[in-house]
C-alpha cells in the first residue's frame, strides 16, 4: 500500500552534512511511524531515527543522537533525515521504513524504499 524512495545520498568528507528524503506515496502517510535504517556491508541493518506519525516524538540511536536529526512533512508525503558531524562509520546504504507501531526493531516495519548510499571519506 506504501512505496517510498528515497534520495539525498552521496559521498562527503568526514564533518560534512547531507540531508536524506524519503518520499512516500500511498494511502494515509500521516498514520505511519517512519524510520530510517542503515547497512553497512557485511553488517546487520540497524537502526537510526524514528519519527511518530504526528511527528510530537522522536528517537534516536546512541551512535546519531546529537548529530541527525529526523523531521516529517506530512502535507509532501516526506520524511527526511538530516546528517551533521558525518564520520566514516556513518557509511552505509540508508533505508526509509514505514510502521503501524513505534519500533525501533527493522522486523516491525512493513514497508522500504530502495536505498540511498552515503560515502563518508576521512
Known amino acids: 500500500q506504501v512505496q517510498l524512495v528515497e534520495s539525498g545520498g552521496g559521498l562527503v568528507q568526514a564533518g560534512g552534512s547531507l540531508r536524506l528524503s524519503c518520499a512516500a506515496s500511498?494511502?494515509?502517510?500521516?498514520?505511519?511511524?517512519m524510520g530510517w535504517f542503515r547497512q553497512a556491508p557485511e553488517k546487520e541493518r540497524e537502526f537510526v531515527a524514528a519519527?511518530?506519525?504526528?511527528?510530537?516524538?522522536?528517537y534516536y540511536a546512541n551512535s546519531v543522537k546529537g548529530r541527525f536529526t529526523i523531521s516529517r512533512d506530512n502535507a509532501k508525503n516526506t520524511v527526511y533525515l538530516q546528517m551533521n558531524s558525518l564520520k566514516p562509520e556513518d557509511t552505509a546504504v540508508y533505508y526509509c521504513?514505514?510502521?503501524?507501531?513505534?519500533?525501533?526493531?527493522?522486523?516491525?516495519?512493513?514497508?522500504w524504499g530502495q536505498g540511498t548510499q552515503v560515502t563518508v571519506s576521512s
Open positions: 500511498g494511502r494515509s502517510f500521516s498514520s505511519y511511524v
Open positions: 521504513a514505514s510502521a503501524k507501531v513505534l519500533a525501533s526493531t527493522s522486523g516491525m516495519y512493513d514497508y
Open positions: 519519527i511518530s506519525w504526528s511527528a510530537s516524538r522522536t
